[in-house]
């Protein structure tokens, strides 16, 4: 007889009941965005907006000129078609800290580009200098290697099967070497506290450059976290939106009813045994001795 396989009448609807209570709060697409969004680590690099990475989030978790690459804890972003490797993000500063890959442990390049920051949302900050790499200098290696300016470092790159003298010069000193008659050159910006005490070029340049961001509705932002969101950017409508955890958003925040509610505080979410504690608990287990196999018809 079937019959006894079926569970009870009465637990059916206590699992009504259970889905009820706690299911339609976490149902929104609001919801869906705040949960997708929430910031995670790539190595050392903590992930939020403005930035988000396609490898773990949703675009509208930051801003598309944010976009983060992560593999295996090593951080990227592409900018004006140039890719650094991130080295530090400061959300409180708003700083970020990066390198050129290119440039990353080999300062010879064949390729003397420099770099274009897209200036509506990158600035240079006062941290960084602006030096010269200067290559394929004037007659062989030996001859010119006892270029002594204060903070100019030298080095050597192959260059048709031999090696061909170049120099890291402070900007500002280039016009003292332009008789080494260097074919090439690659204007960089690099941490004024790397050049230091520095003796190699690659210290340096594995150090990076900082670039202050701007231009990613910062104000909007910090409102709509205070009231207990996550800032996001609505690709479609090029526009920041505000995540929030529950409800829908108001005004780029969320509305404040809710805030002062669980979100605030957060509670954790109940376990079995929990939301069966009173007042609901009891009761069930008074109507309904099968409460218990409710679970039980889950797994
Ligand atoms: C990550 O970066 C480290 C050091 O820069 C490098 O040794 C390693 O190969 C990189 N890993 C990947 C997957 O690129
Ligand atoms: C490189 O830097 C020098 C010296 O600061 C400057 O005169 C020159 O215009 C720069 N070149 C580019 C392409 O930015
Ligand atoms: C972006 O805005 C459009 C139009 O208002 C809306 O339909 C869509 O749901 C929004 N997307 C996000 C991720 O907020």
Redesign the pocket.
Known sequence: MALPLLPPLSSIINTLFFFTLFFPKYVS?DVE?YSACEPFSCGEIDIRYPFWSSDHQQS?CGHPKFKLDCQQDNVTIDMMSQRFHVIDIDQTSKVLKMARLDLWDDPCTDEYSNVKLDSDFFNYNSNDDDYTLLYDCGPPVTYTSSVNIKGTISFSCPIDGGFRDAFFVSSTDVGNLKDLGCKHSINVSVLREAVKDALQVENVLEKGFEVGWIGVDEGQCDGCIKSGGRC?H?V??DAF?CLCPNQQSYDEVCSKSQTSSPLAAPTPKPTPEQALSPPFGPKFQEKSPHAPSMYSSFS
């Open positions: 697409s965005g509208y996001g609505n479609s409508k939106t």
